[in-house]
């Protein structure tokens, strides 16, 4: 039997895996093996099919992201020292800000090749944030 803080970890474990997914498929959205033209190679239909896409996954995944920092901001609340609760919640703001400029500049100039390498360089920015504070967290959970 499971105690309340071990599903929440679990359901931690759930979100991240979804995080990592969402940024997996929009990676593997450009399929051409040329990025260095960003989408000027590709046919109109093509990039207005492949820009709604990315379009659509930017905001689920800036919505489940807010959602999940949310869950762990609340996780660590009477749990973690002041110390990993500031520094984990800076670490958030610094993902969400990175996602934002990702989105704006995607809008301003549709060019999904670059919005793919910088989703690219946030999947290892959200990699080490699991593994720099998310495991330090879970421990703090599970501990308490």
């Not at 399929?31 to 099919?49: K, V």
């Not at 901001?73 to 002041?82: E, F, K, N, T, Y």
């Amino acid at each position: 039997m499971t105690t309340d803080r071990q599903q929440l970890v679990l359901k931690l474990h759930k979100d991240h895996a979804y995080l990592q997914a969402l940024m997996a498929q929009i990676t593997a959205l450009c399929e051409r093996g040329d990025l260095t033209s960003g989408c000027n190679g590709c046919a109109p239909q093509q990039r207005t099919t492949c820009n709604s896409d990315i379009e659509n996954l930017i905001r689920t995944f800036i919505e489940a992201t807010l959602h999940h920092n949310m869950l762990e901001s609340a996780c660590m609340q009477d749990i973690a020292p002041r110390e990993h609760r500031h520094a984990h919640n800076q670490a958030h703001l610094m993902i969400a800000e990175r996602l934002k400029s990702v989105r704006l500049d995607f809008r301003q100039t549709g060019n999904g090749v670059a919005t793919i390498r910088e989703i690219t360089a946030i999947m290892g920015l959200l990699t080490e944030h699991i593994n720099s504070y998310d495991q330090q967290l879970e421990s703090y959970l599970l501990a308490a």
